[in-house]
């Protein structure tokens, strides 16, 4: 009989005694082995979502370590990806299909679509209420032209649609990539430049993750709120899958004093040109942009 891991051992000890808060919790933040047939690990097919048909839904199949998935499979599954609750949601096969963790061992869980988006990707509150200590996050948006020249202009200080969680694209140091990440890539300036609308998101009930999808059916499917046209993905993250950008949509919010708008240069620098002035109500041009 193998020996469970040390994550195993805790998640078993949380079943055992039914918490089932704690099991969740413990499922929020494991990696995950997702099998891969041996013909797709060679590179000979396509990698392809492994799957169990229940009487329901079907169920994408994922298991707590290398040793779990070789127990459930009898050893006839030796190839997978590590991945995690953000990753799988990113890449997510079908707004009806859930997660079967461990399907075939003791214990497993089935996750339904929308508990797979909520522990993938809390809302902004959860997050804060999680860590308290982290201070308020900051979002930011990918500015058109038309939308600077709106807010240096002064004609509008709401802000509504999609913004993102700055944190989660900090590392990208590059405009290209970055509106690709976002797929946003008409967000390019002629000089190869983006500009953001950067702000501390007070007020964090305004700031809603996106749970839906692009039709009714799918929308209820992960008993989301949101409906909008594809490649929405109704998740929290941007319709792409290659990346676990969490993302939000507001309505009217307003931006508070010190909302920054920043060009990001195609050689990586970022320049500040403007900041919201709130007792003014518009912004004003840093002196050395």
């Known amino acids: 009989m193998r020996a469970p891991t040390l994550f195993e051992k805790r998640l078993q000890e949380a079943h055992d005694r039914e918490d089932l808060t704690a099991c969740l919790t413990l499922l929020r933040y494991a990696d995950f082995a997702c099998p891969v047939a041996a013909a797709a690990a060679r590179g000979d097919e396509p990698i392809a979502w492994p799957t169990v048909v229940g009487a329901d839904r079907t169920w994408l199949a994922v298991y707590t370590s290398e040793e779990a998935m070789r127990e459930a499979t009898g050893d006839a599954v030796r190839h997978y990806r590590i991945l995690s609750l953000v990753e799988l949601a990113a890449g997510w096969p079908d707004p009806h299909w859930g997660l079967a963790v461990n399907p075939g061992l003791r ?139 969490r993302e939000y949509k507001i309505e009217g919010v307003g931006l508070p004093h010190g909302a920054e708008i920043v060009e990001l240069a195609a050689d990586g620098e970022e320049r500040t040109h403007a900041r919201y002035d709130a007792d003014q109500g518009r912004f004003l041009l840093v002196a050395d942009a």
């Open 107 to 245: 214990p497993s869980f089935l996750l339904e679509p929308g508990t797979v988006a909520r522990l993938a990707v809390p809302t902004l509150e959860q997050d804060l209420a999680a860590e308290p200590d982290s201070g308020l996050p900051i979002v930011q948006k990918l500015l058109q032209v038309a939308q600077l020249q709106e807010l240096l202009e002064g004609e509008r200080t709401r802000i509504s649609g999609y913004c993102h969680h700055a944190l989660d694209v900090a590392h990208i140091a590059t405009p290209s990539v970055l509106a690709d990440a976002l797929l946003q890539e008409d967000a390019l300036t002629a000089e190869g430049a983006v500009n953001l609308l950067r702000w501390p998101a007070i007020g964090l009930e305004l700031y809603r993750t996106p749970y839906g999808g692009t039709d009714e059916n799918s929308r209820a499917a992960v008993a989301g709120w949101v409906v909008e046209e594809p490649p929405f993905a109704g998740m929290g993250l941007v319709p792409n899958a290659s990346q676990t950008i």
